[in-house]
């Protein structure tokens, strides 16, 4: 296999510096840092098919479009191609990818008397970066949707202790912190209608940006840009911290309030998008340079316009109280109890967006009509278009949420220390407790962005590129997707446990030995609750959308909370302190984890069976049964007594390392080239031993394992390869 000799050019530069000290003596002090690192990484090659001159030149050309039949728009909207320099029709560009960063941290601290204390921190950070395609848009047409995007980010926290009396301590804090996402075009960017002295007509006002439309010539790169990023986030904290010490207790209590909001744009392309293909005897940049003015394209050419950019205004807040009592019950014993409450009301949106897909009021009866047999368009117009579907603020149970509010989550702690020799060198910890994790907030902000009725795309069939409005509302549309939550939604929870023995061995070595276990209950996993049985695809004589679960929709991904885990793990650490001689630190972990569900949102979590999910409970992607880690530091002994220049140059050197070895993760799932339709399941059935007569090495890469191994399986079944059937390689990593 052919390995790369030569890593991709890097040049990293980190500095900054600190400063503090005392502003009055014994009562104020200050700190600042100011830091900085500039990236720049090997330029990034980017290909676009570009048109050629001879299109425009040669009228024997299959692509001539004779110039007085040539759209004025179109003609302005061409100058935007580059002129090829690789191959044929092909414009390699090159541009370097840089991001720089910079941190400054301040912090006060004032001693207002010996009972009160106050704190002042404040961090500022700024990560700039350049996207020479655009953010999450990668053109390779330069100079059309280049952005530079600041993300910001800050965080002030300020602290107040108090010493109540002898044996009573309060602390209260406040925090805000904020980020943002918030990108500009380039200065040399060409991307706007007034640019190019467009007149092209839109169906709706909306356009942030005034942006061109985008383009897309079957054959060609898109011409486009996307509209500007600018996302929001604020995080207000109030926490308050008592502490009593009463004999040999320790009596602690607490609150903790956090409210957060998140205003995001969508970047629906409000612009508006052309679709070019061959139709009416022209073929695809025929039909765009004629403008297709007497729409001789057909429905082959398409234009699709959102109503609106969907701007969200997240809102969601956390209650959490919590009482702990530290108990020394003898002065080698000490047990601590504890209980956590934690409220987490349903997420909300100022402008009601969020939506829902709630299968119990799904009625089969009002699905939208099939527009044909293969079941591929619905009949505009028939139908509930938002069948099952609940609005925020609208029909929704929960008046402007769409979820449930989980008050049931207490939480309850207790551990304990014992200095079993009761001098310090043999220590045996442990404890128990159950966490309750509040959910990512895109898990419910995600489904405003797809899901009707508040994202709306009409499509116009055979369109003119200068009066998009002048095609045809198309009489059929497609199933469409979404995005949905259960109903109801736990709060994930997870249980964690653990003991362990920490002992002195001699002066300078100490091992401490442990096991560790969890168990997650409640977990957000992706399933596509209508997705088709194969069976009943076969059935239905290949018709998928026919014989989905809840006809008049695509795929919908359910964000359910069914997925489960555990975790057992043995871990090993031993620790020797030579001083100035050295040191050495090894750690070894033994392991396993097992999932249902690896993450909340992959598709590679997405069950083979929607109806079957405990066949996806295997080990889970990030589980490693061996974690071997030692760092170490030796100082050579050569030229310890020398002295003058031998000892300057020759003595007190050190080696340094780190070794690494890894179980390699297990692979996520072996899937077919087609599910033939939905016929069959998108995993594959096991024929043979995956690591016999494994194919011969190919150039720049290896056979790890063989696929004629593997087979499809038939029509009307799912595959019998579960997840995590075998892994990949490990790590054997030295760094000295």
């Known amino acids: 296999a052919a390995i790369r000799d030569n890593p991709p050019a890097l040049d990293y530069n980190n500095f900054g510096f600190t400063v503090g000290g005392p502003i009055k003596k014994d009562k104020l002090f200050f700190f600042y840092s100011q830091e900085w690192r500039k990236i720049s990484r090997a330029p990034t090659d980017r290909t676009a098919t570009v048109p050629l001159a001879s299109w425009l030149t040669d009228p024997t050309n299959a692509n001539y479009v004779a110039p007085a039949d040539r759209d004025p728009n179109a003609v302005r909207l061409l100058g935007l191609y580059p002129a090829p320099n690789v191959g044929t029709n092909l414009f390699l560009d090159s541009q370097p990818n840089d991001q720089d960063t910079r941190q400054e941290v301040v912090r006060v601290d004032y001693l207002i008397s010996p009972k009160w204390r106050l704190m002042g921190r404040y961090t500022h950070d700024l990560s700039a970066t350049t996207e020479p395609g655009g953010l999450f848009f990668n053109t390779a047409i330069p100079d059309i949707a280049t952005t530079l995007t600041d993300v910001p980010g800050q965080v002030f926290v300020t602290q107040l202790t108090t010493t109540v009396s002898a044996n009573t301590f309060n602390e209260l804090s ?3 912190s904020s980020n943002s996402i918030k990108s500009r075009y380039g200065d040399n960017v060409t991307n706007t209608r007034a640019d190019l002295g467009l007149n092209i007509s839109e169906l709706f006002p909306e356009n942030r940006n005034a942006l061109l439309p985008t383009v897309a010539v079957s054959g060609l790169s898109s011409l486009g840009a996307n509209q500007l990023f600018d996302n929001k986030y604020r995080n207000f904290t109030v926490a308050d911290n008592i502490t009593l010490q009463r004999g040999a207790h320790q009596l602690k209590g607490g609150i903790f309030f956090a409210f957060e909001q998140k205003d995001e744009i969508s970047g629906s392309a409000t612009q508006g ?41 997240f809102r969601w807040q956390r209650y959490e109280f919590y009482v702990q009592d530290s108990w020394r019950a003898t002065p080698a014993l000490r047990f601590d109890f504890g209980l956590r409450y934690s409220l987490q009301p349903g997420f909300t949106d100022q402008n009601d967006l969020l939506t829902n897909f709630v299968p119990s009021r799904f009625v089969r009866a009002n699905a939208p009509q099939f527009a044909n047999a293969a079941g591929s368009q619905l009949t505009v117009g028939t ?10 603020g609208d029909n929704s149970p929960y008046g402007r949420a769409v979820n449930n509010t989980d008050k049931n989550n207490f939480q309850p702690r207790v551990g304990f220390s014992w200095d079993a020799g009761g001098n310090g060198t043999t220590v045996v910890r442990g404890g128990y407790g159950v966490y309750y994790d509040q959910p990512v907030m895109g898990i419910f902000l995600q489904n405003a962005f797809v899901n009707p009725p508040v994202n709306a795309n009409p499509t116009v069939l055979n369109p003119q590129l200068s009066n998009p409005a002048s095609g045809s509302s198309p009489a059929t549309r497609a199933p469409g997707a979404l995005i949905a939550t259960s109903d109801p939604f736990d709060i994930p929870r997870t249980q964690q446990w ?7 061995l001699y002066r300078r070595g100490m091992i401490d030995i442990g096991y560790a276990g969890s168990k997650g209950d409640n977990l957000i996993q992706p399933v596509d ?4 049985q194969p069976a009943d695809v076969v059935a239905a004589e290949g018709n998928l959308n026919r014989a989905r679960p809840f006809p008049g929709y695509a795929g919908i ?7 489960h885990n555990i975790y057992h793990g043995l871990l090993v650490s031993f620790r020797h302190d030579a001083g100035r001689a050295g040191l050495l630190n090894v750690s070894y972990t033994l392991s396993r984890s097992k999932t249902s569900a690896t993450n909340d949102r992959d598709a590679i979590d997405v069950p083979q069976n929607p109806l079957d999910l405990e066949a996806e409970y295997a080990l889970s992607r990030t589980d490693r049964t061996h974690v071997f880690t030692a760092n170490y530091v030796y100082e050579l002994p050569f030229f310890k007594n020398a002295g003058g220049v031998a000892k300057f140059v020759l003595g007190g050197w050190q080696v340094s390392g780190i070794t690494q070895f890894w179980s390699g993760p297990p692979i996520s799932r072996v899937v077919n080239g087609t599910t033939n339709g939905g016929r069959r399941g998108v995993r594959v059935d096991q ?15 290896i056979y790890w394992f063989s696929p004629a191994a593997f087979a499809p399986p038939a029509d009307g079944q799912y595959g019998d390869t579960g997840r995590s059937i075998f892994r990949l390689p490990g790590v054997n990593q030295w760094d000295i």
């Open 174 to 176: 406040l925090q805000f």
């Open 273 to 313: 998008s052309f679709n070019f293909a061959a139709g009416g005897g022209f073929t695809a940049f025929q039909n765009f340079l004629r403008g297709n003015r007497d729409g001789a394209c057909g429905a082959g050419c398409t234009y699709v316009e959102p109503r609106q950019e969907i701007a969200s205004q």
């Open 383 to 392: 139908g509930d278009d938002l069948n099952g579907i609940v609005v925020a």
């Open 498 to 504: 653990n003991v362990g023995v920490q002992r002195q």
């Open 529 to 532: 609750i209508n997705q088709a």
């Open 557 to 563: 991904n359910f964000r359910q909370t069914t997925a």
């Open 687 to 701: 024929i043979g031993d995956p690591f016999a007569n494994l194919p011969a090495d190919v150039p720049g890469g």
